[in-house]
Every structure is written in C-alpha cells, then in structure tokens.
C-alpha cells in the first residue's frame, strides 16, 4: 500500500541518531509517504548523515535553529492535501497515517486528528491519551471522534490548507505548548479538531532534550496565549491558577518574567476568540487544573 495524500514533516536538532530511528520507521512504512526535514541548526553531523541514510528525504538546512517555525518552513514544500507532524524521537504507526487521512477525506469540516501515542519502550499509553479520550468538548454529532480544544503536534495530520491559512506555528512562541495559538485560531477559522484512538504514533522521549528550558518556555507560552486570545476574566483566571500552581523556582519566575517584559507585543497583536471557541476553552479549565500529564506547567 502506498498514499500519496500526506507529507510527513520532521524537526530535529542535534539528535542525529534518534532522527536516523525515526527515518528507519517512516520509510518502512506501507503508505511510503514524502517526509520533509528541517535541521534546525545541528552541529552534530545531521545532514550529511541523512543525505547519506536517507537521500529520499527532503533536508532543509536553514542554518539556525527555528524551534517550531522549522515546521512552517517545511510545510512550504508540501504538495500534498495533509501533512502529518513528528518529532524526531516519535514516529507514526504502519496504518495510521491513510487512518488519519481517510478521516480528513469524509469531513471536509475536520483540519486535525489527533492520535494515541505509545511511550517506548514499554509500549504503554501516554498519560495525556486519557485526557484526550475524555475530553468535555461537545462537538457535532458527525466528528468520527472526541473533540479537541488543543493538539499534540507530534502525534498529529492536519488540513496543508487549513495550517496555512491560520498563519502555522507563531515565531515568538518556539517550543513548548506551541500548539495551543494554533488550535484555537483554526477553531476561530470554523475548524475542527478530532482524537482518533485507533491511530497510534510511538514516543520514545529524547534523552538530549532540556526539560527546563521546555518547562520554563511552556509556561510563557501558556501566559502568551491567554493573554492574546482569552477575554479579560479568563485570561486573569487562567494567570493566577498558573502562578498558584507552577513550582516556585526560577524556571517559573524566569518564565513569568518574560512573559510580562512581551506585554506590548501582546496588547497589539490580542484578539479575543469567537464566543462559541470561548466557551469549549472554558470546559478544558478543570481538566488543565487537575491535570498531572502536562508537564511543562507542572
């Protein structure tokens, strides 16, 4: 079986040989599918490795490291009508990208399906899945699937079109709940946005990866977004819920801190979200409060 409908889109940075594993599972694939990689920046000997492995592969080398935008720029290659996302310490299951793009075929109204993620080795489910699975957002009775107010870019196959439109992954915002702006601005532009529990990616987490700096940008990130596209009540809840429950340290305080220096940029770029995107946010407050798989708040 090969599927020509999806492009799968990889970002890396100095982690050539957990990026080489990857490459081996995407191309042992049955639907074959085109993958597009962004280096951002490796000194570690990344291109000339996948040039070497993988001369399949489309490499772009954009000479710096562009933390999430490194997706946008390989999503100006895509041709096709889906681009599926991956981390190069994830990949997806034989099956579940055609699954994915099957689902985004039958309702032109869906622009992301998000899927189960499998934490490698053990071989057992994420706990975000459950969240995932129970999510309180109501939805029309045709979505093939639980609605989502957010997504997990690794573990995801989007609308090319719809990810476009919305402007992609915002600069300012690097790595680290990246996704959160994006969703809501694709569910402001009538979008929605699925969880699809028989399509599977696999996680193996990164070992090189700094989860300070992750934390610490995630939580900034969370501050920005409330701030540009929640209305004035949420947006205050929201703040003083995350600096009652984030760890008094200084990754918190640096993230805090940065956050409020941004303060100018966020007045002139808010735009408060439509009332009925709003109100599914609103439902996703106890869950975020009570919720111990977010990680980077926590």
Not at 5 to 25: A, D, F, P, S
Not at 71 to 84: G, I, S
Not at 107 to 112: I, N, V, Y
Request: include cysteine; proline fraction near 8%; aromatic fraction near 6%.
């Amino acid at each position: 079986m090969t599927d020509p409908r999806t492009t799968v889109v990889v970002i890396t940075h100095n982690r050539c040989g957990e990026l080489l594993r990857t490459l081996g599972h995407l191309a042992a694939l049955p639907e074959k599918p085109l993958v597009v990689v962004t280096d951002n920046g490796s000194t570690d000997g990344t291109a000339g490795a996948v040039a070497r492995h993988h001369p399949e592969v489309r490499l772009l080398r954009p000479g710096r490291n562009l933390g999430a935008v490194g997706r946008n720029l390989a999503v100006r290659e895509v041709r096709t009508p889906y681009v599926a996302f991956c981390d190069d310490d994830s990949w997806w299951s034989p099956g579940s990208l055609a699954g994915a793009a099957d689902l985004l075929d039958r309702h032109p109204a869906l622009c992301s399906v998000t899927t189960r993620i499998i934490v490698e080795p053990g071989g057992t489910e994420d706990p975000i899945v459950r969240e995932l699975r129970d999510s309180p957002v109501p939805g029309p009775p045709w979505l093939p699937g639980p609605a989502l107010g957010s997504f997990l870019a690794a573990a995801t196959v989007l609308r090319t079109d719809a990810f476009r439109a919305a402007g992609g992954f915002h600069p300012r915002l690097w790595l680290g709940g990246e996704e959160e702006l994006l969703a809501a601005d694709l569910a402001a532009g009538g979008w929605w946005l699925v969880y699809a529990d028989h399509l599977t990616v696999h996680h193996q987490a990164s070992a090189a990866r700094d989860p300070t700096l992750r934390r610490m940008h995630g939580i900034r990130n969370t501050l920005w977004f409330t701030w540009l596209r929640r209305p004035a009540g949420p947006a205050l809840r929201r703040t003083l819920n995350l600096a009652r429950t984030v760890p008094r340290d200084t990754t918190s305080l640096r993230a805090f801190a940065e956050a409020a220096a941004a303060l100018p940029w966020v007045l002139r770029e808010r735009r408060v979200l439509p009332r009925d995107v709003e109100s599914r946010l609103r439902l996703l407050e106890p869950v975020q409060r009570a919720s111990t798989a977010r990680r980077y708040t926590g």
